[in-house]
């Protein structure tokens, strides 16, 4: 029995996809990439905005094609949070819509398709040998705290999902209505599921939440995040913990040290600032001083220089006028980012923005998000150009020929760069090198 789970967004779906995987393996199935082998084709979806979902769509109806026959094709996902009933009715193709983290539905799916696929087989096997009747399928654990997942990362790179949900509330955002309020995982199941993952061969830890900075809010009514980076680095093989989605208002300087200096802290920091205008700041319902947020960025290059800062940006939010565009392309200059992404503002009913007006016109959001990578396309290069003759220690993850293939500190996996090495190393390994080249997002170098 074979199985094709096919994730679409962000890293914490990956972690949905490798539970649902994980109960999947433990009911009979194995992994495959091929949708023509596969007796089940699981596609997780992305929701929360308007490409999201038509990228969502169209993999669903590639996946439907590529079905083999009498495979079955499982939908879940942010997107079956939103629209169940609307995709149930506009996708015929599809045998089953699995509620978001719905455990429990795909227990009895898997149930029901276990016994399905093992009477399948057995039939086969009676036809053969005409011989009795197969096996009941064995009892399904759906209980899932501690490590309960089926890695699709690499064995050495692991994401660990602190949180799920969000209190935050952008007004553009959808997540809360999707994923609900902020829920932090308990301290001791997140060190443990960190030690499993590390005795099973994972070097990095990325750790993930729809906002990482508040972890501990809500359970323990203080943030513990660094608390818990710090007692995560105690795990001795862990080499790298990284972190992503830092929201600007939970930022403060017990964080900005542990980012800057920590052992195993990856000297990186993703934080998404969505504008830098204190008025569109306020309409987008987040933290409304640039000038607060780009001293907390100053004071972390001040701390250590060789920190990367990835951000990502709204273009075209309603109301946007051309003074807070420049004020934004004014801020980037300023805030020197290593990597910056720039999303042309979608808007999402059920949210506070939905009925904001004026919106802005697409050409002009598009004009602007152009103009805007532009810019942030000189920032990085010269971002990158500061690492040649410095030495870096790489993450290899493949073999080219001769050359090696890796991510250092700078890179976050899917999103990053990566660097190019020659020389000897194993993969999976991490190992110092000096770095020779830069170009716009990769670095390259010379295995010491
Ligand atoms: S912090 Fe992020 S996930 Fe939370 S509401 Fe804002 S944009 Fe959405």
Known sequence: MKVKVITVGCPKNTVDSEQALYMMKTAGFTATEDPEQADIILVNTCGFIESAREESISIILEAAQAAGNGA???????MVARY???LAEALPEVDAFIGLKDWDELGR?????????RLKASARQARLRSSS???????????????????????????????DGCDNRCSYCAIPIIRGGYVSRPFEELLDEAAQLAAGGVRELILIAQDSTRYGVDIYGKRRLVQLITAL???RDL????????????LDDELIEVVAGAPKVCRYLEIPLQHSHPDILASMRRPADPRDVLGKLQKLRALNPGVTLRSTFIVGYPGERKEHYLHLRNFLREAALDRAGFFIYSPEEGTPAFDMRPRVRMSTALRRQERLAELQTDVSAGMSARWIG???????ESREGNNLI??????APEIDGAVYLTGQGEVGSIIRATVTHADLHDLYGIIL
């Open 390 to 396: 410095s030495t870096i220690d790489v993450l290899i």
């Open 406 to 411: 890796g991510r250092c500190h700078r890179d």
């Open 133 to 163: 009747y197969g096996a009941a399928s064995p009892p399904l654990s759906t209980s899932y705290g501690a490590a309960g997942r089926a890695l699709l990362t690499p064995p050495w790179s692991a994401y660990l999902r602190i949180a």
């Open 109 to 117: 799916l898997l149930g029901n398709e276990g016994i399905r696929l």
């Open 233 to 235: 680095a105690d795990i």
């Open 239 to 250: 080499e790298w913990i990284r972190l992503m989605y830092a929201h600007p208002a939970s």
């Open 72 to 78: 079955r094709l499982w939908v879940t996902g942010c």
């Open 84 to 86: 169940k009933d609307e």
